[in-house]
């Protein structure tokens, strides 16, 4: 559990956690340096958890701190303002206990807002990156075969027998699409280790990078079905646009583009997803009236892959136009003409450019 300044949230997720139905597990509290009373919070609970206290360092480097003090065979995050369900750990280490060959599981989860639950299932409704099948077509696609999770785990509830665990090498569906979020994901620790855990030089997007660097040489599963509460609240990494866009932009250059191989085989994959990427953060630049940072990256969306589409060529014209006519007697014009177009959606999923951290 990575945590920085959530000391009015941090003890209903250290709860949550020490009320699972599952008691093979030890729980690691990592401060990031959290400037708040964090550490006066956690420390009451004694034995019952690892509290380890570091220098600010973003997410990535308190997982990583999580990640070398660990003991478990299994690896799996908590976020200090979620809330786990008492099922969630038994579930998925029952998953990597029956499947050898899988290195990493991840399920869905429910939205939380104001201790009210207001969205059933993220995943279904907020595929992260450019898809053009829904949810439903790129789980046939993408995953070799399932089976119901009753067959797997006898840690869910009733209403979930019936649910779907799916199996796979799904690395051409992470070339572009981040479906395993950070909070929802168990991962066997000594190949989170053997690929060195997270990528420190990025600020968001940390466990895409991870789960990306893991598929490329073993399958994942995915347990369609909610595990825990995921909390939103405005001081979430997911709700800057700047930051995300950036993020899945370094995200994309990292793992995949810098990789010779995977980038001979999945060109046209990556070239989409880096398209949409800049045209992403063109819109972010052109919604702050940065016009010409905004060009630059509609031309590098347009350069990186046709199939991007013809909304980046609208709005690198509408940027060259607010540009050039800005000021003096094209003001009032430049003020009638819209920035920008605003992201379309893909089939029933919103386009979304973050992450959740």
């Given at each position: 559990?990575?945590?920085?300044?959530?000391?009015?949230?941090?003890?209903?997720?250290?709860?949550?956690?020490?009320?699972?139905?599952?008691?093979?597990?030890?729980?690691?509290?990592?401060?990031?340096?959290?400037?708040?009373?964090?550490?006066?919070?956690?420390?009451?609970?004694?034995?019952?958890?690892?509290?380890?206290?570091?220098?600010?360092?973003?997410?990535?480097?308190?997982?990583?701190?999580?990640?070398?003090?660990?003991?478990?065979?299994?690896?799996?995050?908590?976020?200090?303002?979620?809330?786990?369900?008492?099922?969630?750990?038994?579930?998925?280490?029952?998953?990597?206990?029956?499947?050898?060959?899988?290195?990493?599981?991840?399920s869905d989860f429910k939205e939380w807002i104001d201790g009210q639950v207001t969205k059933e299932?993220?995943?279904?409704?907020?595929?992260?990156?450019?898809?053009?099948?829904?949810?439903?077509?790129?789980?046939?696609?993408?995953?070799?075969?399932?089976?119901?999770?009753?067959?797997?785990?006898?840690?869910?509830?009733?209403?979930?027998?019936?649910?779907?665990?799916?199996?796979?090498?799904?690395?051409?569906?992470?070339?572009?699409?981040?479906?395993?979020?950070?909070?929802?994901?168990?991962?066997?620790?000594?190949?989170?280790?053997?690929?060195?855990?997270?990528?420190?030089?990025?600020?968001?997007?940390?466990?895409?990078?991870?789960?990306?660097?893991?598929?490329?040489?073993?399958?994942?599963?995915?347990?369609?079905?909610?595990?825990?509460?995921?909390?939103?609240?405005?001081?979430?990494?997911?709700?800057?646009?700047?930051?995300?866009?950036?993020?899945?932009?370094?995200?994309?250059?990292?793992?995949?583009?810098?990789?010779?191989?995977?980038?001979?085989?999945?060109?046209?994959?990556?070239?989409?997803?880096?398209?949409?990427?800049?045209?992403?953060?063109?819109?972010?630049?052109?919604?702050?009236?940065?016009?010409?940072?905004?060009?630059?990256?509609?031309?590098?969306?347009?350069s990186s892959s046709v199939r991007v589409g013809w909304r980046p060529m609208i709005n690198l014209?509408?940027?060259?136009?607010?540009?050039?006519?800005?000021?003096?007697?094209?003001?009032?014009?430049?003020?009638?003409v819209p920035a920008v177009l605003g992201q379309s959606k893909n089939s029933d999923r919103e386009?979304?450019?973050?992450?959740?951290?």
């Amino acid at each position: 559990m990575a945590a920085y300044n959530r000391a009015h949230e941090v003890c209903e997720s250290i709860d949550s956690v020490l009320e699972q139905d599952f008691d093979d597990f030890e729980l690691l509290v990592v401060d990031d340096g959290s400037t708040d009373d964090t550490e006066a919070k956690v420390r009451p609970y004694g034995d019952k958890l690892r509290y380890i206290k570091k220098p600010n360092g973003g997410v990535a480097s308190a997982r990583n701190a999580g990640i070398a003090a660990a003991r478990g065979v299994y690896l799996a995050y908590c976020d200090a303002d979620d809330k786990q369900f008492a099922h969630r750990l038994r579930a998925q280490s029952d998953v990597l206990d029956a499947r050898p060959e899988v290195a990493l599981v991840f399920s869905d989860f429910k939205e939380w807002i104001d201790g009210q639950v207001t969205k059933e299932s993220v995943l279904h409704t907020r595929w992260l990156g450019p898809s053009p099948r829904t949810f439903e077509q790129d789980l046939a696609h993408h995953f070799g075969s399932s089976v119901p999770v009753s067959g797997l785990s006898a840690a869910v509830p009733e209403v979930y027998k019936d649910r779907r665990v799916y199996f796979g090498r799904v690395h051409r569906l992470l070339t572009s699409v981040h479906p395993a979020w950070g909070c929802a994901i168990m991962a066997r620790t000594q190949v989170v280790r053997s690929i060195g855990g997270h990528w420190e030089g990025i600020r968001a997007y940390e466990d895409w990078v991870l789960s990306s660097e893991i598929s490329k040489h073993h399958d994942l599963a995915y347990m369609d079905l909610p595990l825990l509460l995921y909390r939103v609240h405005p001081e979430q990494l997911t709700g800057r646009a700047r930051l995300n866009a950036e993020c899945y932009r370094d995200g994309l250059l990292h793992v995949w583009r810098s990789d010779p191989v995977f980038y001979g085989r999945h060109r046209a994959e990556i070239d989409f997803a880096l398209a949409t990427a800049y045209a992403i953060l063109g819109e972010v630049e052109a919604r702050d009236e940065n016009f010409a940072a905004a060009e630059d990256n509609y031309r590098r969306a347009l350069s990186s892959s046709v199939r991007v589409g013809w909304r980046p060529m609208i709005n690198l014209a509408l940027s060259s136009f607010h540009r050039r006519w800005s000021g003096g007697r094209g003001g009032a014009l430049s003020r009638l003409v819209p920035a920008v177009l605003g992201q379309s959606k893909n089939s029933d999923r919103e386009m979304k450019e973050g992450t959740p951290e």
